[in-house]
């Protein structure tokens, strides 16, 4: 393959127009609170234990690894439904097979900066993306206009751009430049970095065709040939024909357009919003034939996240907010539509 530029991490097109507001977010961990809401109730019974725990300032994989110290289990052995911030104050699920009749003292267990919250058993294993929702509470300091940040809430109840969020990037886009180099032909051993580099182009192409939209003003506008989702559920279904009927139901939350997540066969677009996906990705050609060439499944996604159980709380000059996302979305796109924030857990940061 020939040598591609070097990636950059442009800046995404606003919804409601770049917030003059300014605030701080992750001015500790404590900041950033997160709690997992599974999508079953565990069963109570089965060869399964399923662990719930609290964790400040680690990541989910270094207390997989803790976990597998414990009980003498591999890494492979302990799975999780997903992958939680660090700096943050998170609590979520964490799973391992164990026999029934055989005694665990996890009670007695010292976890680093950790606690098991509860233990219960399931007749299964854990898997990635098993979550229903992550229920958020933020904290934002130093905010320059508390009031006109609570009155710009009105705004996102509607609805933001579903962006990946600039974690999924890596710290100053290294992620992309891992991916820039892996479809450059250079190779890339290890599976997991490799993942990573994979996940990143993806989510930049499909960033690049939801910010084409927003900059086309067709965000909450169905086009013809687009492919849109049940509010609620994976269901998607292709549009010949943006009717009346169908414009309504984009302006109830009924359906949501969708975006690519690149790869090897899935739904196409045709019409009208093939010509608006083509014309964004037109620079890319060699990541998306990359994407193919590696055998990742071709998906939709939705470009509209709608906050649920949304409120606020203003303190002095520090707001505290506290929303619910799907599986899968991300805080910080919703907290770049009510302020341009600055991330207390970096040095330096980047501004959303």
């Known amino acids: 393959m020939s040598e591609l530029p070097a990636p950059t991490l442009p800046q995404w097109q606003y919804l409601y127009g770049k917030p003059a507001i300014t605030a701080t977010i992750r001015s500790t961990p404590?900041?950033?609170?997160?709690?997992?809401?599974?999508?079953?109730?565990?069963?109570?019974?089965?060869e399964h234990l399923l662990l719930q725990i609290e964790k400040r300032g680690q990541n989910t994989q270094y207390i997989a690894r803790q976990l597998a110290r414990l009980t003498g289990l591999r890494m492979r052995d302990i799975s999780y439904a997903g992958l939680k911030d660090r700096h943050a104050v998170t609590r979520q699920w964490f799973c391992f097979k164990w026999p029934i009749k055989q005694e665990l003292a996890w009670q007695?267990?010292?976890?680093?900066?950790?606690?098991?919250?509860?233990?219960?058993?399931?007749?299964?294993?854990?898997?990635l993306g098993a979550l229903k929702a992550n229920h958020f509470q933020i904290t934002l300091t130093e905010v320059s206009e508390p009031e006109a940040l609570v009155a710009r809430m009105q705004l996102i109840a509607a609805g933001v751009p579903n962006y990946y969020g600039e974690q999924r990037f890596g710290r100053g886009g290294g992620n992309l430049t891992l991916a820039n180099d892996l479809f450059a032909g250079e190779r890339i051993a290890d599976r997991q970095i490799r993942g990573?580099?994979?996940?990143?182009?993806?989510?930049?192409?499909?960033?690049?065709?939801?910010?084409?939209?927003?900059?086309?003003?067709?965000?909450?506008?169905?086009?013809?040939?687009?492919?849109?989702q049940l509010d609620g559920t994976g269901s998607i279904f292709q549009v010949e024909h943006a009717d009346d009927i169908l414009q309504q139901r984009l302006r109830d939350g009924d359906v949501h357009?969708?975006?690519?997540?690149?790869?090897m066969d899935g739904a196409v677009v045709s019409q009208q919003a093939a010509a608006l996906e083509q014309q964004a990705l037109a620079a890319h050609?060699?990541?998306?034939?990359?994407?193919?060439?590696?055998?990742?499944?071709?998906?939709?996604?939705s470009i509209r996240l709608v906050p649920q159980q949304l409120s606020a709380a203003v303190t002095g000059d520090s707001v505290t907010l506290n929303f619910a996302l799907p599986a899968g979305c991300f805080a910080t796109s919703v907290l770049?539509?009510?302020?341009?924030?600055?991330?207390?857990?970096?040095?330096?940061?980047?501004?959303a």
């Open 336 to 351: 770049r539509e009510l302020a341009c924030y600055r991330d207390g857990s970096r040095p330096l940061s980047d501004m």
């Open 30 to 46: 404590e900041h950033f609170i997160v709690d997992e809401q599974l999508n079953f109730q565990p069963s109570g019974s089965g």
């Open 285 to 301: 050609q060699q990541w998306c034939q990359g994407l193919t060439e590696y055998r990742l499944q071709g998906a939709r996604r």
């Open 196 to 228: 990573l580099a994979l996940s990143a182009s993806r989510s930049f192409l499909f960033n690049t065709v939801l910010s084409a939209r927003l900059e086309q003003g067709l965000f909450n506008q169905v086009l013809d040939g687009d492919i849109l």
């Open 257 to 263: 357009p969708t975006a690519p997540l690149v790869g």
């Open 108 to 127: 007695q267990w010292q976890l680093e900066d950790s606690r098991i919250l509860q233990a219960v058993r399931h007749y299964r294993k854990l898997r």
